[in-house]
């Protein structure tokens, strides 16, 4: 029996004994040692070509802003480069044990969030390339999004490694917890702030708590509230979304100058629509309260942009009564040419389906739908609130220690995300209780980082030749 097309088995009819036996036996065909080190297959595509074949269905006008995003580092060039990993990860060699892949796993997809309770959890984001395949390609993406981060720091070769060593070696540690675990206790199992300051006791460093404590705080004043108040204005029509062009536009403006936004406002309002029918009845019902009044096109991170995304504006009994939506386009996952993972009907299904499996707790407005004839097509979309509490991390301004310590929150909470869908038993007894497979993945973090410098190094060629346009 499998699930979600086979790249994960489901294990009820397996012993214990029996599900640990299929990790030893996963070590004996890919021994953990064999994760390290790098070498590009034969044949490996172009990353311009790849770049550029996921740039053709996006909106044009925005495809050299997110250029020009990753040619502001090698770390931004790595978040945008999700599909070039995802065609050298296939490449390798794959253990079998498949989970449910976050699909981007690098270190900025992981942050502060509410929960529908009005706690604060730190857990996966980014949802947009989940699908089911090997777990050992999301923890290479982070071990080498670590690296590249951590050069972009200028931190010495050996806090580079020290950080990925304390990464992996946090996922292979929860992992075996999880695997002692009751198979509800492990649904159940939550980053909140205890486990936080469970972690951070760890650390004798006062200033590493310290701003651990007022990264909770400022994630705590980043509501619905908050970006309400950054992205609108009063204007005599009540509050509506300020323009900040390119990056947000609201529909009546680009519909004045944008000869393919005509009819859009009919489109979007069947967005919301068609979106309305996936809630569960208690939150369609609560929706109904709310009435839209605005819509905005925004451009959003840096892989993403280009893709269709729409912010909502919608006002409960007045002005001051606001709910935020943001409409995301969703295409078919960087992973889905690499895996015989199910091919689902509705992208924005399978973003929200992947984001459900992973996190512990998601947002109450989480949904999807299709909108038809949009910019000539049929379109998938994900909708979820913009903003609730969201705490983002920024690597940049961390020092070793603290760099290292946020490698082994991202490490344990992408083992309990993935402890979720896949067996944490075989994955368990795959990583066994040594330290070989985060040494492994240091030496492959470091070469693939190197990988990863030479392609970004490459649209920086590409778009001094005038190959590809660029927005700075």
Same mark, same amino acid.
């Given at each position: 029996?499998?699930?979600?097309?086979?790249?994960? %088995?489901?294990?009820?009819?397996?012993?214990?004994?029996?599900?640990?036996?299929?990790?030893?036996?996963?070590?004996?065909?890919?021994?953990?040692?064999?994760?390290? &080190?790098?070498?590009?297959?034969?044949?490996?595509?172009?990353?311009?070509?790849?770049?550029?074949?996921?740039?053709?269905?996006?909106?044009?006008?925005?495809?050299? #802003?997110?250029?020009?995003?990753?040619?502001?580092?090698?770390?931004?060039?790595?978040? !945008?480069?999700?599909?070039?990993?995802?065609?050298?990860?296939?490449?390798?060699?794959?253990?079998?044990?498949?989970?449910?892949?976050?699909?981007?796993?690098?270190?900025?997809?992981?942050?502060? @969030?509410?929960?529908?309770? *009005?706690?604060?959890?730190?857990?996966?984001?980014?949802?947009?390339?989940?699908?089911?395949?090997?777990?050992? =390609?999301?923890?290479?993406?982070?071990?080498?999004?670590?690296?590249?981060?951590?050069?972009?720091?200028?931190?010495?070769?050996?806090?580079?490694?020290?950080?990925?060593?304390?990464?992996?070696?946090?996922?292979?540690?929860?992992?075996?917890?999880?695997?002692?675990?009751?198979?509800?206790?492990?649904?159940?199992?939550?980053?909140? +702030? !205890? =486990? #936080?300051?469970?972690?951070? +006791?760890?650390?004798?460093?006062?200033?590493?708590?310290?701003?651990?404590?007022?990264?909770?705080?400022?994630?705590?004043?980043?509501?619905?509230?908050?970006?309400? %108040?950054?992205?609108?204005?009063?204007?005599?029509? !009540?509050?509506?979304?300020?323009?900040?062009?390119?990056?947000?536009?609201?529909?009546?403006?680009?519909?004045?100058?944008?000869?393919?936004? $005509?009819?859009?406002?009919?489109?979007?309002? !069947?967005?919301?629509?068609?979106?309305?029918?996936? @809630?569960?009845?208690?939150?369609?019902?609560?929706?109904?309260?709310?009435?839209?009044?605005?819509?905005?096109?925004?451009?959003?991170?840096?892989?993403?942009?280009?893709?269709?995304?729409?912010?909502?504006?919608?006002?409960?009994?007045?002005?001051?009564?606001?709910? @935020?939506?943001? +409409?995301?386009?969703?295409?078919?996952? $960087?992973?889905?040419?690499?895996?015989?993972?199910?091919?689902?009907?509705?992208?924005?299904?399978?973003?929200?389906?992947?984001?459900?499996?992973?996190?512990?707790?998601?947002?109450?407005?989480?949904?999807?739908?299709?909108?038809? &004839?949009?910019?000539?097509?049929?379109?998938?979309?994900?909708?979820?609130?913009?903003?609730? =509490?969201?705490?983002?991390?920024?690597?940049?301004?961390?020092?070793?220690?603290?760099?290292?310590?946020?490698?082994?929150?991202?490490?344990?909470?992408?083992?309990?995300?993935?402890?979720?869908? &896949?067996?944490?038993?075989? #994955?368990?007894?795959?990583?066994?209780?040594?330290?070989?497979?985060?040494?492994? @993945?240091?030496?492959?973090?470091? $070469?693939?980082?190197?990988?990863?410098?030479?392609?970004?190094?490459?649209?920086?060629?590409? =778009?001094?030749?005038?190959? #590809?346009?660029? %927005? *700075?």
């Amino acid at each position: 029996m499998t699930m979600t097309g086979g790249a994960s %088995e489901f294990t009820a009819s397996l012993t214990p004994a029996e599900r640990v036996a299929r990790g030893r036996e996963a070590r004996r065909r890919v021994p953990r040692s064999g994760h390290a &080190g790098y070498e590009p297959a034969r044949g490996r595509p172009d990353p311009i070509d790849v770049l550029e074949r996921q740039s053709a269905d996006r909106e044009a006008d925005l495809v050299p #802003i997110r250029y020009g995003r990753m040619l502001e580092s090698p770390f931004r060039f790595y978040r !945008g480069a999700a599909a070039i990993m995802a065609a050298d990860l296939a490449a390798l060699p794959r253990t079998g044990l498949g989970v449910q892949l976050c699909g981007d796993a690098h270190p900025l997809n992981f942050r502060l @969030l509410a929960s529908p309770e *009005r706690r604060l959890v730190f857990d996966v984001n980014d949802f947009d390339e989940t699908l089911t395949g090997p777990f050992e =390609w999301d923890v290479k993406r982070l071990a080498a999004g670590l690296v590249t981060a951590a050069r972009a720091n200028g931190f010495s070769a050996r806090e580079q490694n020290r950080a990925v060593r304390a990464c992996v070696g946090a996922y292979r540690a929860r992992m075996r917890d999880l695997a002692d675990m009751r198979t509800l206790d492990v649904w159940y199992a939550q980053d909140d +702030a !205890g =486990w #936080i300051r469970e972690l951070l +006791a760890s650390s004798a460093d006062r200033e590493v708590r310290r701003r651990a404590a007022r990264a909770a705080a400022r994630a705590r004043t980043r509501t619905h509230l908050r970006a309400y %108040e950054k992205l609108t204005r009063v204007t005599d029509r !009540g509050r509506r979304i300020a323009p900040d062009p390119p990056l947000i536009v609201p529909l009546d403006r680009l519909a004045a100058g944008h000869p393919a936004a $005509v009819g859009r406002e009919e489109l979007l309002r !069947g967005l919301l629509e068609g979106y309305a029918r996936t @809630l569960p009845p208690e939150r369609r019902h609560l929706l109904r309260h709310y009435r839209l009044v605005d819509m905005a096109r925004k451009v959003v991170g840096v892989g993403s942009v280009g893709t269709r995304c729409w912010v909502l504006l919608l006002l409960g009994k007045d002005d001051d009564d606001p709910l @935020l939506l943001q +409409a995301k386009e969703a295409q078919e996952s $960087v992973l889905a040419a690499h895996t015989d993972a199910e091919r689902y009907g509705n992208q924005g299904r399978r973003v929200v389906t992947g984001q459900r499996l992973m996190q512990t707790t998601g947002d109450i407005f989480l949904g999807w739908t299709r909108v038809t &004839g949009l910019d000539g097509r049929d379109r998938d979309f994900y909708v979820r609130q913009l903003w609730d =509490w969201k705490g983002v991390a920024r690597p940049e301004t961390m020092g070793p220690d603290l760099f290292s310590l946020f490698g082994r929150l991202c490490g344990a909470c992408l083992a309990r995300a993935h402890a979720r869908s &896949g067996d944490p038993l075989a #994955i368990a007894a795959y990583l066994g209780g040594g330290d070989r497979f985060d040494r492994a @993945l240091a030496e492959f973090a470091q $070469v693939y980082a190197d990988r990863n410098e030479r392609d970004f190094e490459a649209l920086g060629a590409a =778009w001094r030749s005038g190959r #590809i346009t660029a %927005e *700075r």
